[in-house]
Nanobody, 121 residues
Framework: QVRLVESGGGLVQAGGSLRLSCAASGRTFSSFAMAWFRQAPGKEREFLAD????????NYKDSVKGRFTISRDNTKNTLYLQMNNLKSEDTAVYYC??????????????WGQGTQVTVSS
């Protein structure tokens, strides 16, 4: 079992940047593939990006490519999401998730509690 705690959300103006963090504890962080998802009000949770155990492989949702960057520091047991050029449609609760499989499978993943990101236009 792994415990995940997101942080770094907040209110930002359109065009601004935020960096989200996800601190992991309970099991060896490097044994998990990791991912970021988000859920906007009234919408389903959607995949944003994932990263393999060592960080050598990443995938992104098309709409965030070039704006968002997923990374991890296995020495700090932390996952990151750097978000640049934020838009109002990026407003959502952002979740990190951990999976023991690669490609990442959300069906069997462990989830954090989420952090709110609000982008004002």
């Amino acid at each position: 079992q792994v415990r995940l705690v997101e942080s770094g959300g907040g209110l930002v103006q359109a065009g601004g940047s935020l960096r989200l963090s996800c601190a992991a504890s309970g099991r060896t962080f490097s044994s998990f593939a990791m991912a970021w998802f988000r859920q906007a009000p009234g919408k389903e949770r959607e995949f944003l990006a994932d990263i393999s155990w060592g960080g050598g492989n990443t995938n992104y949702k098309d709409s965030v490519k070039g704006r968002f960057t997923i990374s991890r520091d296995n020495t700090k047991n932390t996952l990151y999401l750097q978000m640049n050029n934020l838009k109002s449609e990026d407003t959502a609760v952002y979740y990190c998730a951990a999976s023991t499989t690669w490609p990442f499978r959300s069906e069997s993943a462990s989830w954090g509690q989420g952090t709110q990101v609000t982008v004002s236009s």
